[in-house]
């Protein structure tokens, strides 16, 4: 991969249209949402996306346009909610939802870490891979996997 860049001098209308596309070409498979703005504060781009890319993958290609960008991956509730269900059957507890204080049980001293914040820590740092669906935590090494999309869970 190499690092993106755009003409700084660019008006923001242009200069979104040259990102998104170049976003487009490094990532077909993912839909890129792309605003310019305008304020006190100066100007700045807000690039948004569902699944695909880490958010830091995305800074890097990003990181010679010379401009402010703000970067922000969405990944559905319903898939974080599944990443937690898997992850707690992955270590023996029973899930009942995703604010759920401890990871490991209730019965785990040591255990002070939210499943959420482990729930976001193990998506944000994942590359969602193209024509790919969530299929569980590898339950050694702690990584999402992943299945086709067309294929039955069952």
């Given amino acids: 991969m190499t690092p993106l860049s755009i003409d700084r001098n660019l008006s923001r209308r242009e200069f979104g249209k040259q990102l998104k596309a170049a976003l487009a070409a490094e990532w077909p498979h993912v839909k890129w949402s792309v605003r310019g ?3 006190s504060a100066g100007e700045w781009v807000n690039v948004y996306w569902e699944f695909g890319p880490t958010g830091e993958r995305v800074r890097e290609f990003t990181a010679n346009t010379g401009r ?3 970067l922000t991956r969405s990944i559905p509730d319903t898939v974080l909610e599944e ?4 992850l707690r059957e992955a ?3 029973e899930f009942r939802d995703i604010d759920q204080q401890h990871l490991y049980g209730p019965e785990d001293p040591e255990d002070t870490e939210r499943l959420g914040t482990r729930v976001h820590m ?3 740092g994942t590359e969602w891979p193209a024509g ?6 590898d339950s050694t090494f702690g990584y999402l996997t992943f299945r086709d999309e067309k294929e039955n869970q069952g």
């Fill in 83 to 86: 990443v937690a269900r898997s």
């Fill in 122 to 124: 193990l998506v944000s």
């Fill in 37 to 39: 703005y305008r304020g």
């Fill in 68 to 70: 402010k960008l703000t």
């Fill in 132 to 137: 790919k669906v969530f299929d569980g935590v």
């Fill in 91 to 93: 270590n023996g507890v």
